[in-house]
């Protein structure tokens, strides 16, 4: 990974480049669930993903060019993620799982939390095998929640995501 990538909190600026990023209906449900509206404005956008609100992290270049995002906050004492995504230009450049890692270390690190967690839709065949290789592991949902019969829920303990870190400017 390039030396230069770093993680630092979301920006305003980064905000309509995100929104740039989601261009369907089924992508908008994908990444922000059921309820997150789309077609969406700049202020649903912002009330649906709880802009400023939840804790998140941006992985940016040395340009500053956004290139990943994603938040986290305590769920069941651990750290949870959602909303992760990478740049359409920058997929496959594993940048997923810098961003995966960094907000391992520093959501970890902020809520006091041992391990991680996420929800990913069972067709998401990308994430899952992202997942997969940062040593994720299907675990039961310990009680009811919407649309669980189309996720996974997937648990890791955070020792095994936080791997060498990147630049952090946070």
Known sequence: MDDSVRLVDPAPE????????????????????????????????????????????????????????????????????????????????????ELVRELARKGCEELGAEECSLFVLKDNAAAQALYDRLGFARADYPEPFDWLDQCEYLVAPAGALCGPAVSNTL
């Open 14 to 97: 980064h905000l309509p480049i995100l929104m740039s990023w989601i261009t369907a209906k089924d992508q908008c449900e994908q990444w922000g669930g059921p309820l997150f509206r789309y077609p969406f404005t700049r202020e649903s956008f912002r009330e649906d993903c709880r802009w400023g609100e939840l804790a998140g992290g941006a992985l940016v270049g040395g340009d500053g060019e956004l290139l990943a995002f994603g938040q986290y906050y305590l769920r069941r004492d651990r750290c949870h993620f959602g909303r992760l995504i990478v740049s359409p230009a920058h997929r496959g450049l594993r940048l997923g799982e």
